[in-house]
């Protein structure tokens, strides 16, 4: 019983800290609708710099 409450404490816990994630900055407009931001076209070229420069390929 003590491991499975262990367990659900660690799971409640978010792995992913959003805080300083790509997606987050420089957003230039948000979808009226759906709320979904828009990235500026320099944000764009930067994920997709960082993405080519640290493919496993």
């Given at each position: 019983m003590a491991?499975?409450?262990s367990?659900?404490?660690f799971a409640a816990n978010p792995i992913e800290r959003h805080d300083t994630a790509a997606w987050r900055g420089h957003i230039e407009?948000?979808?009226?609708?759906?709320?979904?931001?828009?990235p500026?076209?320099?944000s764009?070229?930067?994920?997709?710099e960082w993405v080519d420069t640290n493919s496993l390929s």
């Amino acid at each position: 019983m003590a491991e499975n409450k262990s367990r659900e404490k660690f799971a409640a816990n978010p792995i992913e800290r959003h805080d300083t994630a790509a997606w987050r900055g420089h957003i230039e407009s948000v979808k009226p609708q759906s709320n979904v931001p828009i990235p500026s076209e320099e944000s764009v070229q930067n994920a997709k710099e960082w993405v080519d420069t640290n493919s496993l390929s």
